[in-house]
């Protein structure tokens, strides 16, 4: 069976296109972001880490080795969710209120992003949260990019802020790049077939 020279080339097009497409573009790079606070900050929220894939925060364990002590009399008022709904936030108690990406450049920094966090499940807001996080990565501070962490417990709607490190957030992994990089190869093959054949086509003709 013979196949037409331009079907061949236009297979070849489709797939090299699909290939180039797979890599899209992402404000941050998938990984999970280890906290660190700056020399003179508070560390009481280093190793507070978040997991981003395709822009989304998809895991995180936030801690504070303070908040346990700061708000141990709590367990006074059984109401306000303490420990339960205290750190380290995690998937099981808590979740995304926000998470924001955005593009490098405009005073931003590369893997710039924004999140709030917390507990328990389900809440709207910081204000109605038992306690939260939030976070900023390589964010336009008006005189160079800031990252920093802070958290926070609310009571009858009244947030109290802890201390508020700046600091950075380290990527701990880089993108797995292998499953792109084949189909990529996939679309150059299939561009050296389709020129192979049309050569041949033309030759015959």
């Not at 020279?5 to 497409?21: E, P």
């Not at 957030?169 to 792109?180: L, M, V």
Request: no cysteine; hydrophobic share 40%; aromatic share 12%.
């Amino acid at each position: 069976m013979k196949f037409p020279t331009r079907s061949l080339v236009g297979l070849a097009a489709v797939l090299a296109t699909i290939a180039v497409s797979s890599v899209s573009a992402q404000n941050v790079a998938d990984g999970t972001y280890y906290f660190t606070a700056s020399a003179g900050q508070p560390t009481n929220l280093n190793g507070s880490w978040v997991q981003f894939s395709s822009d989304d925060i998809v895991n995180w364990n936030l801690v504070d080795s303070n908040a346990a002590a700061s708000f141990s009399w709590l367990s006074n008022f059984p109401g306000y969710g303490y420990p339960a709904d205290f750190p380290p936030l995690t998937p099981g108690n808590s979740s995304v209120i926000e998470s924001l990406t955005f593009a490098s450049g405009n005073g931003s920094g590369p893997d710039a992003f924004n999140f709030e966090i917390g507990s328990p499940s389900g809440v709207p807001s910081t204000d109605a949260a038992v306690f939260f996080f939030s976070g900023d990565n390589n964010l336009n501070g008006g005189n160079g990019t800031y990252s920093a962490l802070y958290d926070g417990a609310t009571f009858n709607q009244v947030p109290v802020s802890l201390p508020d490190p700046l600091g950075q957030w380290s990527a701990a992994s880089a993108p797995d790049a292998s499953a792109t990089s084949a189909l990529f190869l996939a679309g150059l093959a299939a561009l050296g077939l389709g020129a192979k054949f049309s050569r041949k086509s033309e030759s015959a003709a």
